[in-house]
């Protein structure tokens, strides 16, 4: 199965400030899935993301707060922009392989 | 909108018994329902997946049922171990590029 690299795996950011969040896989995939998980929630579906094409967004979420980057088919990035403590979760990337999905180890973000 | 139900609140099993966790769902035809892992600080991992005209699938120790017309799954461990204890998440797809829907979890305690 397909193994992703997620960086970083936690930071604490100031307020109105931006981080973005890497993953790399080791080998080519179509999609890359983009997931937040609040605290004591459920994994929500932030965007799809296509190489080639602009990601697509779920309801909720727009693409000036998360931009989404997808050079090629292993790599793509997730910025958290103007960060708000609201937007403390976990994310995580993930990508479909076989009969399941892969999913990186996650970002924890705390914003004070 | 779409509804996943898990039980919220954590299940205590002895060890050496069956544990049985539950995944219900509404405002959902999902083509694919999904069962995941999910220890503290990691990502979710795969266990099994059973499609829509599947009623059993089984790994090893483990058993999944699915039956869309109670809109129900039941996730089953027999001989549950200390090491089973995780919080299991239940997520539905409609199929081809999806990404997925996730109930809140179950958090399943194994006791020695």
């Known amino acids: 199965s397909a193994v992703i690299s997620q960086k970083p795996s936690r930071d604490i950011c100031q307020r109105g400030t931006s981080l973005t969040i890497q993953c790399q896989v080791d080998s080519q995939v179509t999609m890359m899935f983009w997931y937040r998980q609040q605290p004591g929630q459920s994994l929500t579906l932030i965007a799809t993301?296509?190489?080639?094409?602009?990601?697509?967004?779920e309801s909720g979420f727009v693409i000036d707060k998360f931009p989404i980057s997808r050079p090629n088919l292993t790599f793509s990035t997730l910025t958290v922009s103007n960060m708000s403590p609201e937007d403390s979760s976990i994310y995580l990337c993930?990508?479909?392989?076989?009969?399941?999905?892969?999913f990186g180890s996650g970002t924890r973000l705390t914003v004070v | 909108s779409q509804k996943i139900e898990q039980n919220s609140e954590a299940l205590n099993i002895q060890e050496g018994k069956t544990a049985t966790l539950t995944c219900n769902y509404t405002n959902y035809s999902p083509a694919y329902l999904q069962w995941y892992r999910q220890d503290p600080g990691r990502g979710p991992v795969f266990l099994l997946l059973i499609r829509e005209n599947e009623k059993e699938k089984r790994k090893e120790r483990l058993k999944v049922t699915f039956d869309t017309t109670l809109k129900q799954s039941l996730f089953h461990i027999t001989a549950s171990q200390p090491a089973d204890s995780a919080t299991y998440l239940c997520a539905l797809s409609g199929g081809g590029a999806d990404g997925l829907t996730f109930g809140k979890g179950t958090h399943l305690i194994i006791q020695p």
């Open positions: 993930s990508v479909a392989d076989g009969s399941g999905y892969t």
């Open positions: 993301a296509n190489q080639g094409s602009e990601a697509t967004y």
